[in-house]
Antibody
Framework: EVQLVESGGGLVKPGGSLRLSCAAS????????MSWVRRAPGKGLEWVGR??????????DYAAPVKGRFTISRDDSKNTLSLQMNSLKIGDTAVYYC??????????WGQGTTVTVSS | SYELTQPPSVSVSPGQTARITCSGD??????ADWYQQKPGQAPQLVIY???ERYPGIPERFSGSTSGNTTTLTISRVLTEDEADYYC??????????FGGGTKVTVL
């Protein structure tokens, strides 16, 4: 079964850091482009960033609001995607989803992990 | 930054047709996808590359693009189609951007 399971969410103070992980199973992880998408309370979906497969260069792209603060990485040996979030702001409070692009678009999604930034 | 504009809400009666538009300056030059999100669930891919239905998605869902507007059409709407719908596309500086989302209400 194709599956993505996020972990690492929690409560953090403004200015703090948090690292999210996403465990992938049921597909060839190292071939997939992986992304993070978030949904803040009362708002719509927001693409956070992505990392390409190593065969496609392994490069990363980020949305403007998180560029310079968030870092996406992958460990193909462990089928794991990570999102390191630094200098967190209240506006980063959201459910964070891990996604995989296996065939078209973002066709596999995890169930999400909640990040709350509050003092 | 790149913006994709969707209507905040669309209301439709069961059995009728719902059309959700998404407009962006260069939508005609780049493919768009559509995602559905129901309350308490993760989003799922409905349409990719403007008009291709993702496997397992009912034929009632279709997509089309004209100029810089892409449209998701839901024919013969069912109550189970009530959800938030988002378009996704990008430009040369912004790989992927979601539209603001459209809440479809089935009356």
């Amino acid at each position: 079964e194709v599956q993505l399971v996020e972990s690492g969410g929690g409560l953090v103070k403004p200015g703090g850091s948090l690292r999210l992980s996403c465990a992938a199973s049921g597909f060839t992880f190292n071939n997939a482009w992986m992304s993070w998408v978030r949904r803040a309370p009362g708002k719509g979906l927001e693409w956070v960033g992505r990392i390409k497969s190593k065969i496609d260069g392994g490069t990363t792209d980020y949305a403007a609001p998180v560029k310079g603060r968030f870092t996406i990485s992958r460990d193909d040996s462990k089928n794991t995607l990570s999102l390191q979030m630094n200098s967190l702001k209240i506006g980063d409070t959201a459910v964070y989803y891990c996604t995989a692009s296996l065939t078209f678009g973002m066709d596999v999604w995890g169930q999400g992990t909640t990040v709350t930034v509050s003092s | 930054s790149y913006e994709l504009t969707q209507p905040p809400s669309v209301s439709v009666s069961p059995g009728q047709t719902a059309r959700i538009t998404c407009s962006g300056d260069v939508l005609g030059e780049n493919y768009a996808d559509w995602y559905q999100q129901k309350p308490g669930q993760a989003p799922q891919l409905v349409i990719y590359e403007d008009s291709e239905r993702y496997p397992g998605i009912p034929e009632r869902f279709s997509g089309s693009t004209s100029g810089n507007t892409t449209t998701l059409t839901i024919s013969r709407v069912l109550t189970e189609d009530e959800a938030d719908y988002y378009c996704l596309s990008g430009d040369k500086d912004n790989p992927w951007v979601f539209g603001g989302g459209t809440k479809v209400t089935v009356l």
